[in-house]
């Protein structure tokens, strides 16, 4: 069972940058892949970024490339996603989310952890 917490929205101005931070329970935080998702009103929650569990490698979606960061600290039981040169549309809730070992994938569907989601608006 793995608990997920985030942390870091906030509003910011275009251009400016925010970094999340994802703390989770569990003893076994380095098997597990991380991912940040992100959820517009009256849109479906979209894949952000995630790192493997096992090189630290990160995959994002060209909507951010760029522009975040994703990283984890295994120490710590963290998953980070500083995000720079921030847009009006990426104003969303952001959510963090685990699955255990195998390979990072676009679909919410195949995380089994989630945390409640923090929120992040861009003004212009």
């Known amino acids: 069972q793995v608990q997920l917490v985030e942390s870091g929205g906030g509003l910011v101005q275009a251009g400016g940058s925010l970094r999340l931070s994802c703390a989770a329970s569990?003893?076994?935080?380095?098997?597990?892949?991380m991912g940040w998702f992100r959820q517009a009103p009256g849109k479906d929650r979209e894949f952000v970024a995630g790192?493997?569990?096992?090189?630290?490698?990160?995959y994002y979606a060209d909507s951010v490339k760029g522009r975040f960061t994703i990283s984890r600290d295994n120490a710590k039981n963290t998953v980070y996603l500083q995000m720079n040169s921030l847009k009006p549309e990426d104003t969303a809730v952001y959510y963090c989310a685990a699955k255990e070992g195998g390979s990072i994938y676009l679909s919410p569907s195949r995380y089994n952890y989630w945390g409640q989601g923090t929120q992040a608006i861009v003004s212009t």
């Open positions: 790192i493997s569990w096992n090189d630290g490698n990160g």
């Open positions: 569990g003893r076994t935080f380095r098997n597990y892949v």
